[in-house]
């Protein structure tokens, strides 16, 4: 074998490598665009995705307004139940942006679509991130949306960019790891229904059981005992000291943050080996 042989078979290896790598980014920038524009092409979607976090505000928001503002004081430490209840309603809402991603995967398998990029170079790993980061960004889109609305209903808002920032990050961590264990769940599924019948088993328990809705300190030991490592108080916990106190608890974003790490690991490894064309 002759030394230039040799040389092109080396360092062929890391050029192959990389026009993979690259193929990879390119196929994960096409899917995740074609999530975005899904979602801004279904005008029923939008509305929906604009209208909700009003009614929210307006309908949960006003439960305390006839109370005494004493009462409210006491209990949820500041006058207005509505700027302590923006943070939890921001974080309830990322419990369900992974089972649109689910239902949207489940369309691609029943009309088509995925067996059709699987026969791609496209790897399952990138198809499933594709989608995580989707429906992820589809949750984000409330959050505009939400802190208008709770300005509109006379909302103050405390904390500075940072702070902000720290808490906007917090949200997409929580979206993050939601999304990606909807879609490692539902990864060799076609059902239509079993995103709904998912969301439905845990999206109650998570949200009663965290402080996004009431005070942690009235709750009973056991319900606190799940608030202690549910995500969804954290978020609730970050965002609530940033816009109600001006305060923030960096550690809440530390956990958010090993939350969407450790789902988005797990839920990788298992699109990798169950997530089926059909």
Do not use: C
């Not at 369309?107 to 995580?132: C, E, H, N, W």
């Not at 999304?179 to 995103?195: G, I, R, Y």
């Not at 809440?252 to 090993?258: K, N």
């Amino acid at each position: 074998m002759s030394t230039e042989t040799t040389h092109a078979r080396v360092t062929g290896r890391p050029l192959l490598s990389e026009r993979r790598s690259v193929s990879q980014r390119s196929q994960f920038t096409g899917l995740y665009a074609r999530e975005l524009l899904r979602t801004f092409r279904n005008p029923w979607v939008l509305v929906i995705t604009f209208v909700q976090p009003f009614m929210w505000l307006a309908f949960f928001g006003s439960s305390f307004s006839g109370a005494s503002p004493a009462l409210v004081q006491s209990m949820f430490h500041t006058n207005s139940y509505t700027a302590f209840l923006l943070p939890g309603v921001l974080a309830t809402s990322m419990l369900t942006v992974g089972m649109f991603g689910s239902m949207s995967t489940i369309q691609d398998k029943r009309f088509g679509f995925m067996k059709r990029i699987l026969l791609t170079p496209t790897t399952k790993a990138t198809v499933y991130l594709s989608k995580v980061l989707g429906s992820t960004s589809r949750g984000l889109i409330q959050i505009p949306v939400m802190i208008l609305a709770a300005a509109l209903f006379g909302v103050s808002f405390q904390g500075d960019p940072i702070m902000w920032a720290g808490w906007i990050l917090g949200i997409f961590f929580l979206g993050l790891g939601m999304s990606s264990f909807f879609l490692a769940v539902t990864a060799s599924s076609t059902d239509w229904q079993t995103p709904g019948v998912i969301s439905n088993f845990i999206t109650m328990p998570l949200m009663f059981a965290s402080g996004a809705l009431l005070p942690l300190a009235n709750f009973p030991a056991w319900m606190q005992a799940i608030a202690s490592v549910n995500p969804v108080s954290f978020s609730a916990l970050l965002g609530r000291g940033i816009v109600v106190f001006g305060t923030v608890d960096w550690s809440y974003l530390s956990y958010l943050t090993l939350f969407a790490t450790g789902m988005l690991v797990v839920g990788t490894a298992v699109a990798r080996r169950f997530l089926k064309a059909e």
